[in-house]
Nanobody, 116 residues
Framework: QVTLVESGGGLVQPGGSLRLSCVAS????????MGWYRQAPGKERELVAT???????NYADSVKGRFTISRDNAKNTVFLQMNSLKPEDTAVYYC??????????WGKGTLVTVSP
């Protein structure tokens, strides 16, 4: 059974930084696409960033230049470095694993709150 466990969320002031981690229960070496999504209260879940096995990245326009996604295949871990955080970044952040056989796995999420 595949599980994804996110960590690193918390309360931070505007302009601050957080680093989220997502640890998979299986090797992610063969997993081409890993990503971070977020869901704010009353809104739909949206893509934040994705990264391929080759290191290609994709970001939502709202986080470009502030967030950086990376992966450590040896540790089965994906990271999201978030800088210059804004109140509108407040959301539950979810990790997603996209497999080649069409099944997607999700973590349970970690809450990020950006507030003075």
């Amino acid at each position: 059974q595949v599980t994804l466990v996110e960590s690193g969320g918390g309360l931070v002031q505007p302009g601050g930084s957080l680093r989220l981690s997502c640890v998979a229960s299986v090797s992610i070496v063969g997993i081409n696409l890993m990503g971070w999504y977020r869901q704010a209260p009353g809104k739909e879940r949206e893509l934040v960033a994705t990264i391929t096995n080759g290191g290609s990245t994709n970001y939502a326009d709202s986080v470009k230049g502030r967030f950086t996604i990376s992966r450590d295949n040896a540790k089965n871990t994906v990271f999201l470095q978030m800088n210059s955080l804004k109140p509108e970044d407040t959301a539950v952040y979810y990790c997603k694993m996209g497999t080649s056989y069409g099944v997607n796995y999700w973590g349970k999420g970690t809450l990020v709150t950006v507030s003075p």
